[in-house]
């Protein structure tokens, strides 16, 4: 059984900094690309960036430069630090999975990001 596990969430002040980490199992982690997403109340979920086995990135233009997603391949971990938040960051953000090959999709259940004074 595949499972994602997000925790990290919370409320911050604007200017402030949260790490979001993702634990997955299930899977073999190395096979698959692994990301942040996130999810505005009344918007579609959008990607925030991605991460490849190898280390490669990409990021959405709203949060380049502010944020960063390492992976721990030894530890089946992947983190989201986003810096300088805004409270146009606030939203629902979840991990995602998806094998490199198949390009076979799994979710996690979300972790709520409040950006607010």
């Known amino acids: 059984q595949v499972q994602l596990v997000e925790s990290g969430g919370g409320l911050v002040q604007p200017g402030g900094s949260l790490r979001l980490s993702c634990a997955a199992s299930g899977i073999i982690f190395r096979d698959y690309v692994m990301g942040w997403y996130r999810q505005a109340p009344g918007k579609q979920r959008t990607l925030v960036a991605v991460v490849t086995s190898g280390g490669s990135t990409n990021y959405a233009d709203a949060v380049k430069g502010r944020s960063t997603i390492p992976r721990d391949n030894a530890k089946n971990t992947v983190f989201l630090q986003m810096n300088s938040l805004k409270p146009e960051d606030t939203a629902v953000y979840y991990c995602?999975?998806?094998?490199?090959?198949?390009?076979?999709?799994?979710w996690g259940q979300g972790t709520q990001v409040t950006v607010s004074s």
């Open positions: 995602n999975a998806r094998h490199f090959v198949s390009l076979r999709g799994y």
